[in-house]
């Protein structure tokens, strides 16, 4: 959640997203309230049960991140799997001529 620090009400900080693709598939996507997406991927509905696998998008400073998840009865369970130390590095600003 982020905080409104004037009203000192919360807001939720992620969104959670899926667009059906074809019979059974579906993307996902994890935004930010800015609206950035941070995790993408794809699931699929198997019974009762949605499971899905989304990795982290190519951002300065984050790190190799794999989140598997499944919904259904039983409620979400996931697992995160990162590459902890092999982080990517900021990129630096760069200029461009354009005739």
């Known amino acids: ?7 000192g009400t919360y807001a939720p900080g992620l969104t959670f997203l899926v667009t059906g693709v074809s019979s059974g598939r579906m993307e996902v996507g994890m935004y930010r309230s ?3 997406l941070i995790f993408g991927g794809e699931g699929r509905i198997e019974g009762e049960v949605f499971r899905f696998s989304m990795r982290a998008t190519d951002l300065p400073g984050a790190s190799a991140t794999v989140l598997d998840g ?3 009865p039983s409620g979400l369970d996931f697992k995160i799997s990162s590459a902890v130390n092999r982080t990517r590095p900021a990129l630096q600003p760069s200029q461009t001529k354009i005739s």
């Open 1 to 7: 959640a982020t905080r409104n620090h004037v009203t």
């Open 70 to 72: 499944s919904y259904g």
């Open 34 to 36: 800015s609206g950035q």
